[in-house]
């Protein structure tokens, strides 16, 4: 069982910048692929970014809807994933949830594919 706490959203200008974190309990967190999901009112769940678990390389994978402006990451001494968004804009409001894919498996961008999720932490950008 994991247990995923994200923090770091908040209100921001368009053209601004915030950092979100999410913690994740357990041993095995490099095995785990990680991923960012938003979800706007009366919208879906829709991917925002993706890192491979550890042993597979690591390696990133974004939604064009945020490539280019949004970077994530993972330390797995701290077990925690990091979404680094910058140039945000009215359009990227939402809650954004942080979700773990134990299933060893690369490029996961779907939410059935995820099997645990935090909370949610909401994000809104004035325009």
């Known amino acids: 069982q994991v247990q995923l706490v994200e923090s770091g959203g908040g209100l921001v200008q368009a053209g601004g910048s915030l950092r979100l974190s999410c913690a994740a309990s357990?041993?095995?967190?490099?095995?785990?692929?990680m991923g960012w999901f938003r979800q706007a009112p009366g919208k879906e769940r829709d991917f925002v970014a993706g890192i491979n678990f550890s042993w597979s390389g690591g390696s990133t994978y974004y939604a064009d809807s945020v490539k280019g402006r949004f970077t994530i990451s993972r330390d797995n001494a701290k077990n925690t994933v990091y979404l680094q968004m910058n140039s945000l804009k009215p359009e990227d409001t939402a809650v954004y949830y942080c979700?773990?894919?134990?299933?060893?498996?690369?490029?996961?961008?779907?939410?059935?594919?995820?099997?645990?999720w935090g909370q949610g932490t909401q994000v809104t950008v004035s325009s």
């Open positions: 979700a773990a894919d134990s299933g060893l498996r690369v490029g996961a961008a779907l939410p059935n594919e995820y099997n645990y």
């Open positions: 357990g041993r095995t967190f490099r095995a785990y692929s």
